[in-house]
């Protein structure tokens, strides 16, 4: 796996230029991606959004993304061309964004977005585009999938607005698919449903996949492996299942301040006090 | 302390109505703290707003430190039941100054010492005087949940009924705030109610909970229950292992409760 890994970061920077001066939002991040679940973690502002976003190129002006190596599959993603980058997305790479309401088109139905989606691939008569995107709106567990492919976006809940738009960067069958928090809007148990559905994706056709997350139980039980992300840095790497084996204090101190149901409620929660040397101590 | 009876809550009317709140019932004792949980829609925080006085559409009894609530409340009531919301970007007015959000209670019921109260309720949230004067996008996140406390408590309610008060912070400032719920509780020997979606923050916070699903209450038990994984209910017991994390083999034996509730 590592010798043919499917994505390569190494020393990836994005940083926008404000009117307070220069805002470093990701400092030097690698790592690489095989054919697993690989899940970021990191609490608001860490940058791991934007990191998944770089990937694909989507940091606008005035961000400015640099990276000593940012390959995919053995292409350069900062030497191409907007044409050939957009061959990549949705094709290759996908995403699926925090927020439903943001990301999907307001005046185009439902079906239609999934439809396109589907016809990025270049296939498809009518008939089985409806077919393809009836059944994977039915994979992510929408009980009613004529009704919502006929609906806009303002006629369904966000949680179904979020499973809608995992369907649709499903169904171009893309290599790699980053998910930034992909199920934080859903309840527990469907929650879980659609993250079987990702991981069926990943044992069964080899899907490389970023999980990006606050929720570490979540993450730990979910992904192969985790970054945990502070400040822009990657400040420790380690294997989901050994999450609790984490050494730095800064995770110990994420995972210590979570309310568990086993535990006794008599004391107070542990408060993460921060270290200003974190900002420095990136792997 | 909170005497809930027959509760129901419908919106719209004819076909289209949607029976949110099915017929529910529970007490709180004073010095309580107790859960609802349930998954969205389940109509958990429509309880809060009927109890609350925010939502007029209801049918049953509501009856809070033994009087019964009509439809309209007077001041006393709010002096005694105050609300904290769920979103702390949206609930306090991003054109008021944190001073101006805390005087306006205390002006409403004519209160004295307007000056004193603020300094100090922004003293018992572990906010210091130099936010006083600051507008809520000058704060974080957590920093807004704690002007939304003080707001609450500046007119000394007996009852805080708290509206998932940290599901839009991160894990780090859910600590802060929780331990601080739970500091003011113990000091002024409240009652709260708190709706969350999250097991672990209601078995960290509760005593007792019932939990929700579809409008009615599956179930009501023990903090000491549930941490003993003993839910009678099998939607409850479904809750629990969903909130344990990702297990692949558990996933496919989910079942679909929201039809049969």
Redo the contacts between chains.
Sequence with gaps: MTQNPLLAVEDLRVDFATPKGLVEAVRGVSFSLGREKLGIVG??GSGKSVTGRAILRLVRPPGRVRAKKLEFDGTDLLGIDERAMRQIRGRHISMVMQDPKFSLNPVMTVGQQIAEAYRINGKGARRETKRRALEMLEAVRIRDPERVYRAYPHEV?G?MGQRIMIAMMLIPDPDLLIADEPTSAL???V???V??IL?DLVTQRGMGLIFIS?D???V???CDRVLIMYGGQVLEVCDAKRLNEAKHPYTR??LN???????G?SA?????RRDPAWLDQGV | MIRVEDLNVSFGHGAAAVHAVRGISFHVAAGESFGLVGESGSGKSTVLRALSGLNPDWSGQLAVAGQTLGRRRDKAFYKQVQMVFQDPYGSLHPRHTIDRILAEPIAIHGMDEADRRISRALDEVGLGPQFRYRYPHQLSGGQRQRVAVARALILEPKILLLDEPTSALDVSVQAEVLNLLRRLKAERDLTYILVSHNLAVVAHMCGRLAVMNHGAVVEEMSVAQLRAREPAHPYTQQLLTASLGYDRAAIDRFEDFTATA
Aim: some cysteine; charged content about 15%.
């Design positions: 609490e608001s809940s949680g309840d527990v148990t929650q879980l449903q993250l079987a991981d606050h570490l139980n979540l730990a039980s979910f101190g994420l301040c979570l309310p568990r149901i086993e535990a409620s107070d929660l542990p408060v993460l």
